[in-house]
């Protein structure tokens, strides 16, 4: 079955520090794949996308995330987190006509 | 920048009453989505539609709703008789292709008491 997995449920990190936040799928094939980022009462907004071709996409905010067909991984980076940065992050898989999501992986930045 | 639009934000029904939440659309998309989250679970996938019919459901989404596009710009989701478990946040999205760059809206939060 296709599935998204994001592992970490809560992550807390330093502001200034480095972040990678794991997402690991399980798809039949390569899926389009997604970070989005959810504030709170907030909509999803899409950080970054893969659909094919260079295996490191860049983002919006800084971000960052690689696509590793031999790991089955799409993990989202930043190199310097900022407060604002706190939210909840959702990986998402698709293939035609609907998007799998993760669990979310909520930030907490301490300053 | 082009934005799906979402009413009402925050909705509070009584169990067993029929609910629409509405969304519009960015203009030139031609794709239709509704997912829900439940508080604190992950988003999930309720329904697609193009070319006004349904194009995939999930198993959430039973004969209790409906999706429609009465006009060329309103995509609505019909609850006909909620349940307590239907609470949740509804995101409305849509897309230009079925290539999934999906954009969200602000999303409804439905409350059944």
């Known amino acids: 079955a296709q599935s998204v997995t994001q592992p970490d449920i809560h992550i807390t990190v330093s502001e200034g520090a480095s972040l990678e936040l794991r997402c690991n799928y399980s798809y039949g094939a390569t899926p389009y794949l997604f970070w989005y980022v959810q504030s709170p009462g907030q909509g999803l907004q899409l950080l970054l996308k893969?659909?094919?071709?260079?295996?490191l996409v860049q983002g919006i905010k800084g971000f960052e995330a690689e696509f590793k067909r031999s790991q089955s991984s799409f993990n989202l980076r930043k190199p310097s987190v900022h407060w604002s940065d706190a939210a909840e992050y959702f990986c998402a898989g698709g293939g035609y006509n609907k998007l799998i999501f993760g669990a979310g992986t909520r930030l907490a930045v301490h300053p | 920048e082009p934005e799906v639009t979402q009413t009402p934000s925050h909705q509070v029904t009584q169990m067993g009453q029929e609910v629409i939440l509405r969304c519009v659309p960015i203009?030139?998309?031609?794709?239709f989505y509704w997912y829900r989250q439940i508080l604190g679970q992950k988003v999930e996938f309720l329904v697609s539609f193009y070319n006004n019919e349904i194009s995939e459901k999930s198993e959430i989404f039973d004969d209790q709703f409906s999706v429609e596009r009465p006009d060329g710009s309103n995509f609505t989701l019909k609850i006909r008789s909620t349940k307590l478990e239907d609470s949740a946040m509804y995101f409305c999205a849509s897309s230009e292709t079925g290539a999934n760059v999906l954009t969200f809206g602000a999303g409804s939060r439905l409350t059944v008491l």
């Open positions: 203009s030139n998309h031609l794709y």
């Open positions: 893969y659909f094919s071709g260079d295996t």
